[in-house]
């Protein structure tokens, strides 16, 4: 896991050096997957986009670094956040600034995720009246509709009605007959990357339910054409 560099701490020499190659080995693999596997030769499947959500969470959760946030949104084809940006992040308890406007940032990690793992042809769009936005491109389909789900898939959930809001998440594994599923989501608690494993596919509306919140029932999903 992301942690493993702790037990180098007293090692500082050693642990540099361990990092560069380690950075420089994943450039060299990165380059050499893109080239030759964008829905070419090697496809990714659905478990290998799950296994990258959960690796990205830190099997639990975690908070980007300055270098993963500029990472996830590059990738997602965004600008990146400025130093400033960051630093403003680092203390935030949701949302990052860039460009002067705060960004709700779970469907673009979500982007990058698909792109990063999946090799899945797609970017995120930021929303213009008049124009699909969102999570698009021909690596997937949206669907207006709970079922169907399957893990690697983004779900959509809608805030409430006095805060028109949309979250989107990785499923990770979903069971309908228990109606429940686990997700990696960015931007959750503590504006972090966090793997959640009690969530329902719907929530009631009746008082007796602890969980009521018709806001947190999935509305729709982005299907991944793998």
């Known amino acids: 896991v992301k942690v493993f560099g702790a037990y180098f701490l007293g090692k500082p020499r050693l642990s540099l050096y361990m990092l560069v190659q380690w950075h420089n080995l994943g450039i060299l693999f990165n380059g050499i997957w893109q080239a030759i596997n964008p829905r070419g030769l090697f496809m990714a499947g659905r478990q290998d986009i799950v296994d990258g959500a959960l690796f990205e969470s830190d099997f639990g959760h975690w908070k980007p670094t300055d270098s993963e946030m500029v990472t996830i949104f590059t990738t997602a084809g965004l600008q990146p956040p400025t130093p400033a940006d960051l630093k403003k992040f680092r203390t935030a308890s949701g949302n990052i600034t860039v460009g002067g406007g705060s960004i709700a940032w779970c469907g673009i990690f979500a982007t990058y995720v698909l792109k990063n793992y999946g090799g899945l042809d797609v970017h995120w769009e930021y929303w213009k009246k008049g124009k699909k936005t969102g999570l698009v491109g021909p690596g997937v389909n949206?669907?207006?509709?709970?079922?169907?789900?399957?893990?690697?898939?983004?779900?959509?959930?809608?805030?409430?009605?006095?805060?028109?809001?949309?979250?989107?998440?990785?499923?990770?594994?979903?069971?309908?007959a228990a109606n429940t599923l686990q997700s990696v989501d960015g931007n959750s608690t503590h504006n972090e990357i966090v793997w959640h494993t009690n969530k329902k596919i719907r929530y009631s509306n009746t008082s007796a339910d602890p969980d009521a919140s018709a806001s947190k029932t999935i509305y729709g999903h982005y299907k991944l054409n793998i």
């Open 142 to 176: 949206w669907t207006a509709s709970v079922e169907g789900m399957r893990p690697g898939d983004v779900a959509v959930v809608r805030g409430p009605a006095d805060k028109p809001t949309h979250h989107h998440f990785i499923v990770t594994a979903i069971d309908y």
